[in-house]
């Protein structure tokens, strides 16, 4: 769900850039930014502030924090790039949760009231679209039932790797090939590459 | 945090299981900031869990809203006194359902030996439902699945509580007209026990402070 760069957020005129630099080269940037740490951002917020909406305000407002710290040429070193927009992400996601606590918690209190015990929903599967869903679930029951069995023991029943191996009779250097041939199976199904 | 260490322990998988440690989780994150492979692979791990434990049976099409009119079965009694007096409490809109499923439908006659039913009560509260369920003898888990109209699952939820709330908002595409959800009684097998009647998910002002 990455939104195209320009009309996601307003990047605003840098006090002292000429005219002459026209944003072209700038909106290139915000495109590859978006392109590469939005759905991080995404997931990453939402597993702190547990509801998607926050997460992309949070997602947004990291960017254009970063593309302005790049303007203003306080990141020199490109590879420290994804390490300051995950302490940006971090810092906007700290504020957020500190300001909306009080809330929550009263939040909270009526969920308590209202159900025999609180459970945290599962939030972060909410990040994935119906329609990548019903994909994936078609992927998954192409794959052979050994390749299925083992990927939802590990993500969806979330049984430790050591206790899947365990289960399995196999070693865990074995479960790991495994893995990786049932993710590259998956993959494939989905008509996508591996990296 | 290295990839090796990832790889080896399925790191990605206990992340979305949200079962690591607050700072294992942040490790983990910092790492998939930088790194292609274990950000693959973590997408990869919560696309399989968001898609799994969905039902094998199809869905029969929803061509009516849920609520029926109640008919008598054996009731668990405590869970009728525990809704009667919930329903004091003021907290928003109460949707309560009992009694048994349209007779005859394709859902229903496709399970093997589905004939408990389960009470379901639902609250809305802005943006976000929150269902309760009685609990039923055997079960291992209890599955909550949100339909829309044409009875399409749009999420699932699966919890050994015989409660969840889940957040409508986050369903994307944001999904039009009217939701409705579902709960079933699994036993280890993720057979279905019994099954909650479909419940309207009401829209609903949100509730006044106090």
Redesign the interface.
Known sequence: MSPSAGDRYSTGATPNAPAEQAPAGIDLAESVLVARFWERIRLFATRRLRDVASAEDVAQETIRRVIEALRAGRVQDLDALPGFVFQTARHICLQRMRSSGRENRAMERMAADSSEASEAPDVLTALVSAERCAAVRAALASLDPPDRELLELLYYEAVDSADVAARLGISAGALRVRKHRAVRRLSELLGESVP | MTCEEI????IE??Y????LSEEE??AF??H???C??C????????????????PVVAIAPIRETATKLPRRVASPGRWAMLAAA?VV?A??SWLLTRGGGPPGSDATTAMRGATDTLAVVV?M?GGTA?V?WSRARGASTYRARVLNATG????A?E?T???????I?????RPSGALFVQVDALDQLHAVLARAPLTRLAPFAP?KSP
């Open positions: 790889l080896d322990q399925s998988a206990r979305v299981a949200e079962t989780a942040e994150e910092a998939y900031f930088a292609e492979t950000w693959a692979s973590v997408q990869r791990a919560l696309e399989v869990r968001a898609a799994s434990g969905t919930a409490v907290a928003g609250t509260n929150y309760s399409d699952l749009l999420l939820r919890v509580d015989s409660t969840v709330s889940i957040a908002d986050s369903i994307v595409p509730a």
